[in-house]
């Protein structure tokens, strides 16, 4: 098991070595070579730590929660509520009723567009997306603005893959209603610099939602310095299980907006002359949620504060800046998104080579990337090219398995000399 | 599993460097256009039918590597075959690469069977016959196609080969 890992700076070396093991799908090999993954932004593998919480859960604890008063009930209810808590002290939220379990960050985004979009967004709105979006956060507010008659302006970037936030300023006027944007971006791995979005937009009242699915996993999230008004992530991005996300939202905020489904446990009580809601978080999880994963999610984030998302965080960048200078050095390697402030995600092109046929090459060297337009579609266009080939890396990658990505690209790169 | 190189074969890949085709039609009698939207492959086909006869053909567009061979290929063994005759080619090629029979079962495949392999990669079949799908929506005269969705062209029968 894990020791919690001092958090001072002085700690000893980040023992990649010993993390790996933590997690046995990484013992895998892929034909006859050990598996490299760096599909992290894609999912994340998971450790142990959660395989063996989810089974405790399974084997000991099951029952369906807030029901009924027999032991098994009393103790998913529990620790499904403690799954919360963690969850609230891993983003530094002040309540735990501020946390809402969802299937994922897709499904928080949607809750927010129908509960809160759906209540104060309506015809002659307007709502402030960036390029860097995936489409989860946009689709949604795409439907909204075609239903109600209102409107989107986007944010541009940069060749570096940077926001400007100049021009994200000037698209401030008395229509605006609504700001959305990713943390991180999922293709470039550019860190936006939303606490100052927020800020701007606050002085103007205007809310804003900030998906974190590719931030959440890598750095420390701290939703009250933030000051965001929603927070969105996903469990299996962040070594828990698929099906399980939350949507932070404040507390006051989420009185005032409409449920999004109904049905059991989101009520008070329910005649056929009139039901009354429950209270935050419960209005927003109608029906049995999915307890195993929301327990296996705060498994999840207890494996990664063990080991510090601090620590996590200067890991992933002695990574990604070995994998930068590695790949300079290739001829005819493109590094897509030079943003100054950068996650551990690595998108490139190779010269008169299509990034499918770089993913099928490099899957024989057992190295696992993305290739494809990363449901970011607008960041390609941006960049005039139908695609990428991404590697993106978690915490269990060592600087070995970059070596394998640039090898790799070299054998491809010999393929087709 | 079979290794991915052998289908990076030396064909595939000069038919890559050297595309066969590759260009516009002055005045083609029929076009169509090919996408296949999860990896924004695209690609355009047209043809000089004249009587039964195709006379003349050409591709352009942005792919992969196994698209753009699997295209440069397709216009070389097409020209001047009758419309009959290449829309068995056609049948026999979407068997071949989907592994609906086995090369045994082909008769006129000919130097195609370089892209046997792709059957071993399910997310790369589609990259193989995106050109023999738009080859196909061209001899109908369906302006474009796409791999996905409502549009997409797998399930249809095509020809009476
Ligand atoms: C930035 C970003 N937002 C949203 C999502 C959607 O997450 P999920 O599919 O877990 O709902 C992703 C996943 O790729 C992402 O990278």
Redesign the pocket.
Known sequence: MNAPLPKNRSAPAFDVARIREDFPILKLKVHDQPLVYLDN??TSQMPQQVIDRLVRYQTTQHANIHRAVHYLSETATAEYADARRKLQKFIHAREDREVIFTS????SINLVMHAYGRKFIGAGDEIILTTLE?H??IVPWQMLAEERGAKIRVVPINDDGELLIDEYEKLFNEHTRFVGV?HVS?ALGSINPVKRMIAFAHERGVPVLV?G??AAPHMPIDVVDLDCDFYAF?G??QCGPTGI?ILYGKAALLERMQPFKGGGDMILSVTFEKTTYSTIPHKFEAGTPPIAAAIGFGAAVDYLSAIGMDRIAAHELELLNHATEQMQGLSGVRIVGNARSKAAVLSFVIDGIHPHDVGTLLNQEGVAVRTGHH?AQPVMQRYGIPATSRASFAFYNSLSEVDALIAGIRKVQKVFA | MADPRTLYQEVILDHNRKPRNYGVLEHPSHHAEGVNPLCGDHITVALDVAGETVAGIAFQGESCAICKASASMMTAAIKGKTRAEAEILIQEFLDMATGKRDLGQLSHIGRLTVFAGVRELPMRVKCAILPWHTLHAAFHSVASVSTEADADPMPAPIGNG
């Open positions: 932004a894609a994922g960050t897709t499904d995936h989860s956060n990713t999922n998906d699915a590719q996903s299996h991005k996300g449901c």
